[in-house]
Structure formats: C-alpha cells, structure tokens
C-alpha cells in the first residue's frame, strides 16, 4: 500500500512541475511560478495539490471548479426596481373554478342591477 502512495506522490510531483514549467505567467494564481516550484519540490503531495487546486488558473476547456463570487453591491437607481414576484396561489384547480364561476356571477348580477337601475331612471323621469 505504501508503494501505491510512493507511485501516486512521485506522478503528482511530476505533473505538478511539468505544468508549473509549461503554463505562462498569466496562468498562474497567488504566487509566483518559482515560489510554486519550490513548494512542489519541499512538499511533494502537499505542494502538488495546492497547486492543483490553487495555483493553477484552469481555462474555459479545462476542468470546471464552481467559484463563489460576490455581486458588486451598488446603489438601486431610482427607476429601476425589480418586478414583484407573482403571487403564489395554493387553491387546486377545482377551488378556482369555483372562485371564478362566482366571480363570472358577482359581474353579470352588477350588470343586471346596473341595467335595472338605468330603466327605473328613464321610466321615473317620463312620469
């Protein structure tokens, strides 16, 4: 088992380098490439994952790492606002129906009553 970690330490190790060695300046994160090779060298594993995991800038083809980044916090403008979230309506549908049944109702009474009133009115005034 130990000669299995050995195997994996040495790989890292030498990956580690070769894409310390390979990779342009502007690829490289936190610390300077030279500073990386001599972590990598004095702590084989260690350095070899922090540089995996930290110092290596990956790409848009290479692996994706999920990163947490802050929204700038600035000042909402005065005419600029967020539409307001929809309304979340938690009858079922049989309820709605039934809501707009009543509701189709409640209108055409208003319109008969309204219709009524109009001819009271014309009939009191030709009296």
């Not at 380098?17 to 994160?29: A, G, L, N, T």
């Not at 309304?87 to 009474?109: F, G, K, S």
């Amino acid at each position: 088992m130990s000669f299995l970690f050995t195997i994996i330490t040495i790989a890292l190790t030498i990956g580690a380098v070769i894409d310390i060695v390979r990779r342009e300046d502007s690829q490289v994160r936190f610390l300077p490439r030279f500073v990386w090779l001599i972590v990598v060298i004095l702590l084989p594993l260690l350095g070899a994952l922090l540089w995996f995991g930290l110092g290596r800038e990956y790409g848009d083809a290479g692996i994706a790492i999920p990163r947490l980044r802050r929204a700038p916090r600035t000042a909402p403008s005065a005419g600029t606002t967020a539409p307001p979230a929809p309304p979340r309506d938690t009858r079922t549908t049989e309820q709605q129906i039934a809501d707009l049944d009543r509701e189709i109702e409640e209108w055409r009474l208003r319109e008969e009553i309204e219709k009524r009133k109009h001819e009271s009115g014309e009939h009191g005034e030709g009296l």
